[in-house]
Nanobody
């Protein structure tokens, strides 16, 4: 069993930055593919970015050049650096950890971009 705890959300002005963190419990973090998703009110949960066990990354088109996903296996933590934030980035951001057999979700952290 893996528990995921996100932090770092909040209110930021357009053009600002935030860094989200997701701390994972347990000893299998290195074997987990990690990802960030987001869900805006009334919309589906969408993929933001993924990072493999080896550190390879993937970004949804809308996030390329603005968001950076990274992981620290020593700290069992995955990060999402978000720059040049815009109002359309407002959503609840969820951390995801998965293997081919199982998937875990965090509780989410709210990001609001507004002036």
């Amino acid at each position: 069993q893996v528990q995921l705890v996100e932090s770092g959300g909040g209110l930021v002005q357009p053009g600002g930055s935030l860094r989200l963190s997701c701390a994972a419990s347990g000893s299998i973090f290195k074997s987990l593919r990690m990802a960030w998703y987001r869900q805006a009110p009334g919309k589906e949960r969408d993929l933001v970015a993924t990072i493999t066990q080896g550190g390879s990354t993937y970004y949804a088109d809308a996030m390329k050049g603005r968001f950076t996903i990274s992981r620290d296996n020593d700290k069992n933590t995955v990060y999402l650096q978000m720059d040049s934030l815009q109002p359309e980035d407002t959503a609840v951001y969820y951390c995801d950890a998965h293997t081919p057999l199982v998937r875990y979700w965090g509780q989410g952290t709210q990001v609001t971009v507004s002036s």
